[in-house]
C-alpha cells in the first residue's frame, strides 16, 4: 500500500509540474510580435474583458474581487502624518479592478528588462471593517465600523522591474520589483458609527472629509498606493510563474 501511495504522490507531482510548464496563452488573446506596443496593449485590454474572473489557463487570478486582509492609512508607527490619523481595514474587498483599460506600454522589446503600463480604472470600489484614531481637520476621531471608499477615473502607472529564467527548455519571467503609482479624479469615503453611532454628526464628518478629499487623500495615498502593490504583485508573479515568456509572443 505504501508503494502504490508513493507512487500515486510522484503522479501528482509530476502532473502539477506539467501543468505549470505547459501552460498557454488561450488563442483568443491575440500574440504579438516584439516590440509591437500597440499589439501589447489591445491584447492586455482583452486579457481584462474577456477573462475578469481569471483563468487557470494561464494563471490568472479572480480580478473582478481582489481580498486584502489589512490595509492601514496614516503612520502605524504613530507618528503624526498631515491627517494626524490612523485608519486601519480589514478584510477589504477591492473590485472594478477589471475594468481596467490599458492606455499606454513600453519595455516589450528583446531583452528589456523593465516594462511600463498606464492604465485607467473608471471606477473602483474598497469595503472593508475599519478602526479610526486621529484627527482630521477640527475633528478629534475614534470609532470602529463599516466603511466604503469610491475612487473615480484611477490613473494608474506601474513600473515593472523583471528577469529572465530557463526552466525546463522554456524562458520565465521573474518578477524582481515594481512600482505603482495612481491618481483618482474623485475619491468618496464613507466611516459608519463615528461618535458612538451619532448619526447626524457622522453624517457631517464624513461631509467635511468628502469636501477636503484631495487633502485627505493625498496625505492617505501611500497606504492605499502599497494596497496595490500588495494585490497586484501577487496576481502578475502567478501569471509569470506559470506562462512561459515564449507564449507572449509570436513566433
Not at 489589512?70 to 478584510?91: C, H, I, P, Y
Not at 473590485?95 to 513600453?106: F, V
Not at 461618535?195 to 469636501?211: A, C, M, P, R, Y
Request: glycine share 6%; net charge neutral; aromatic share 10%.
Amino acid at each position: 500500500m505504501s508503494k502504490i501511495c508513493y507512487y500515486l504522490s510522484g503522479l501528482i507531482v509530476l502532473s502539477g509540474i506539467y501543468e505549470i510548464f505547459s501552460a498557454v496563452l488561450p488563442s483568443n488573446i491575440p500574440k504579438c510580435k516584439i516590440s509591437d506596443n500597440v499589439c501589447v496593449i489591445a491584447s492586455i485590454n482583452e486579457v481584462f474583458r474577456l477573462y475578469p474572473k481569471g483563468s487557470p489557463a494561464f494563471g490568472l487570478d479572480d480580478i473582478s474581487r481582489i481580498v486584502v486582509p489589512q490595509m492601514v492609512l496614516g503612520d502605524a508607527n504613530g507618528q503624526a502624518s498631515s491627517a494626524r490619523l490612523t485608519v486601519k481595514f480589514e478584510n477589504l474587498i477591492l473590485t472594478g479592478i477589471e475594468k481596467a483599460i490599458c492606455l499606454n506600454a513600453s519595455g516589450f522589446e528583446p531583452k528589456t528588462k523593465q516594462a511600463k503600463l498606464k492604465f485607467i480604472v473608471p471606477f473602483g470600489k474598497m469595503k472593508a471593517d475599519y478602526a479610526i484614531n486621529g484627527k482630521i481637520l477640527l475633528f478629534t476621531l475614534k470609532g470602529e465600523g463599516k466603511s466604503e471608499i469610491h475612487l473615480k477615473d484611477i490613473d494608474i502607472e506601474l513600473t515593472v522591474d523583471v528577469d529572465f529564467e530557463k526552466r525546463a527548455n522554456h524562458t520565465f519571467v521573474v518578477l524582481k520589483a515594481m512600482n505603482v503609482s495612481f491618481e483618482p479624479k474623485n475619491f468618496y469615503i464613507h466611516l459608519d458609527n463615528l461618535f458612538d453611532g451619532n448619526k447626524e454628526l457622522t453624517d457631517s464628518v464624513n461631509d467635511v472629509i468628502n469636501e477636503n478629499w484631495r487633502d485627505i487623500f493625498h496625505s492617505l495615498q501611500d497606504g492605499i498606493r502599497q494596497t496595490f502593490y500588495d494585490a497586484l504583485k501577487p496576481i502578475l508573479s502567478k501569471v509569470f510563474n506559470v506562462l512561459p515568456y515564449d507564449e507572449f509572443y509570436k513566433n
